[in-house]
């Protein structure tokens, strides 16, 4: 017997050493985490001035930014970034008309086929084709961004943190370091080949700057500043990712004044029903 008890206490003393060990770690470098050099360099994401226009649940979409934004993104962010999710005719969701939308597309390039060899051409775009990817393939597209490769941008404000003011500061992130934070953190360096951004999340990013005042004119006429492509070029992105954002906001008002209306009904009708009814004798309510 006190062999037994031995054995069990060895083993749970042995057991709870191993769950200290393993854990015990991981506990201290979430209590105590220890920062890399960049840290000291990042900056908290920042919005436009007043906000988006489909902030808040009110937001609606501005059509004229949308189509900024399709101008900022056709005439800098193609040349490196696909748009694969998105289709031509989604571009009349944004304003576009029928016969605007037919001449976007054949503007474009896209992949086809022979139809006397059956061999790979490019072709006019027409508004059931979806966004060309500017290269053929991931290697083709590592080999010519530094071995970085270029993600899609259908969905990129909903695939980072806080993604619409991240894009929106991302584009606008391209300074350089502030002196004090260089000597608070004296081996950081960015690499040949990348660009300090301080809203990047290790700083050092691949992709050179994209905006800079006058890049673009735009065809309504509003001046091209790098922090105007930035704001419209990230409402784009937004409606890209999710464009039945204000549907679906709208929505949500119906449902909650619906189910308001449902509850209202439901206390009306308790009411009635119980209206009659008297509690009896000697029930708590006579208390």
């Known amino acids: 017997m006190t062999i037994r008890l031995g054995g069990i206490l060895f083993g749970l003393a042995i057991t709870g050493v191993l769950l200290l060990w393993s854990l015990l770690p991981g506990a201290l470098n979430f209590a105590f985490p220890t920062k890399p050099d960049y840290y000291a360099f990042q900056e908290k994401n920042i919005a436009p001035e007043g906000g988006f226009s489909f902030d808040g649940p009110l937001g609606k979409w501005d059509t004229q930014q949308l189509q900024r934004g399709y101008q900022v993104y056709k005439e800098v962010c193609s040349a490196c970034h696909s748009l694969k999710f998105v289709a031509f005719r989604n571009l009349q969701e944004i304003g576009f008309t029928e016969p605007e939308v037919r001449a976007e597309a054949a503007s474009w390039e896209v992949p086809g086929i022979d139809p006397k060899d059956g061999s790979a051409i490019k072709r006019p775009g ?6 060309p990817s500017p290269y053929a393939n991931e290697v083709e597209a590592r080999a010519f961004n530094n071995n970085a490769l270029p993600p899609d941008l259908t969905l990129i404000t909903k695939a980072r943190k806080d993604g619409v003011h991240y894009v929106y500061s991302l584009m606008q992130g391209y300074n350089e370091p502030d002196p004090e934070d260089v000597a608070k953190s004296p081996d950081f360096e960015t690499p040949p080949g990348l660009y300090f951004n301080e809203y990047f999340y290790n700083i050092n990013i691949a992709m050179p ?29 937004t409606w890209a990712g999710e464009p039945s954002l204000i549907k679906r906001k709208q929505t949500g008002w119906f449902v909650i004044g619906f189910l308001l209306f449902a509850t209202f009904l439901g206390f009306m009708s308790y009411k009635t029903v119980w209206a009659t009814k008297k509690p009896k004798k000697g029930s708590p309510d006579l208390v």
């Open 209 to 237: 700057p994209q905006l800079l005042d006058g890049i673009v004119t735009y065809s309504d006429g509003t001046e091209a500043t790098t922090e105007q492509m930035a704001q419209d070029i990230t409402a784009f992105l």
């Open 126 to 131: 027409i508004p059931t084709d979806q966004f």
